[in-house]
């Protein structure tokens, strides 16, 4: 199975909140496991960015489960490629919460000291996340 990753962003839908993420970082620990799949979650109140590791069949099969979710809107997909290896093989689904996102770690992966993946290299994001991961440890 070919190694791929993929990375999208979306927009929060209306109503939406902090508490409503548990329920999505369940599912996905207990899905992702057993797909072996991995990856990382940033949520803001605006923004989700999500970064999904996995065979090749496997991550496009959830990839097309999330695109139906309407807990979220706008999915641009900002990278797709086959990876060598992975950035998040200790992560069935991290989470990096809106308080992690600096401006100062805006400004070294984006154009600007805002968060705005929409406005981000797909690439720059992953790099972004991993930093954030690795912070966080
Ligand atoms: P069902 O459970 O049958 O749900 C059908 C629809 O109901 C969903 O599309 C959604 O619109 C809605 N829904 C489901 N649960 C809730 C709820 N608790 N509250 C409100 N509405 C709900 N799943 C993973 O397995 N792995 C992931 O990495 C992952 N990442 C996600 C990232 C984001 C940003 C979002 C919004 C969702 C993510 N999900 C993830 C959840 C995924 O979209 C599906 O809801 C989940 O995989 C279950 O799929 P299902 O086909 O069984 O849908």
Same mark, same amino acid.
């Given at each position: 199975m070919y190694l791929t990753r993929l990375v999208y962003v979306s927009r929060v839908c209306a109503g939406f909140n902090v508490s409503d993420?548990?329920?999505?970082?369940?599912? /996905? #620990?207990?899905?992702? /496991? #057993?797909?072996c799949i991995t990856g990382m979650l940033c949520f803001t109140p605006e923004y989700f960015l999500q970064c999904l590791e996995g065979g090749r069949a496997n991550v496009n099969k959830l990839y097309q489960r999330i695109l139906l979710d309407e807990r979220h809107s706008d999915i641009l997909l900002l990278d797709y490629?086959?990876?060598k290896e992975r950035d998040f093989p200790e992560w069935s689904m991290g989470y990096i919460p809106n308080n992690k996102i600096t401006n100062e770690i805006?400004?070294?992966y984006s154009g600007g000291r805002d968060f705005n993946p929409y406005?981000?290299?797909?690439?720059s994001c992953t790099a972004m996340m991993k930093a954030l991961a690795n912070s966080s440890r």
């Open positions: 993420i548990e329920g999505i970082l369940a599912a /996905a #620990k207990e899905y992702n /496991a #057993k797909q490629q086959e990876i805006n400004l070294k406005e981000m290299r797909g690439e």
